[in-house]
């Protein structure tokens, strides 16, 4: 019995029961910041998934045609013939893309599920090999 008491007339158990006593409640500017984060949060994953729909990634003979994004998707297309190579990460579900004139876009998969990514990343991987795109395979893309 010495030990239940001990543990419930400890630091805890007072400030709480003196709570209790006094009716304390907190105050509403205290519970505004966590309101705020999880409308934010909720707002951001609404638009998430209506916009998910527009989304696509079309890989075909001449073209690689994709449109991803938030609030304003937009569309991008690449031809075939300005790719010079491709490096597919080891580490990464990203895609980068070289250009004949040496300019480079990145086909950021992140946010797609690993099935689907998994998926677009071998169908750019066969598209490549058979326009004898040269294919360099990287642990990590860098960031910048």
Not at 25 to 42: C, M, T
Not at 83 to 105: F, G, R
């Amino acid at each position: 019995m010495d030990f239940y008491i001990s543990v419930f007339s400890g630091w805890p158990g007072n400030y709480i029961h003196e709570c209790y006593l006094h009716n304390e409640s907190i105050h509403l500017s205290l519970s505004l910041a966590p309101f705020g984060i999880s409308f934010v949060a909720g707002t951001i994953a609404i638009i998430a998934t209506f916009s998910k729909n527009d989304h696509y990634i079309i890989i075909d003979n001449d073209k690689i045609e994709f449109k991803f994004g938030m609030l304003k998707p937009k569309i991008q297309t690449f031809l075939w013939n300005n790719v010079k190579e491709i490096q597919l990460p080891h580490k990464q579900k990203k895609i980068k893309l070289v250009m004949k004139n040496n300019s480079s876009n990145i086909i950021n998969l992140t946010w797609i599920e690993k099935k689907k990514s998994s998926h677009i990343r071998k169908q750019f991987y066969y598209a490549a090999r058979e326009k004898n795109i040269d294919i360099i395979k990287v642990q990590y893309l860098p960031s910048k």
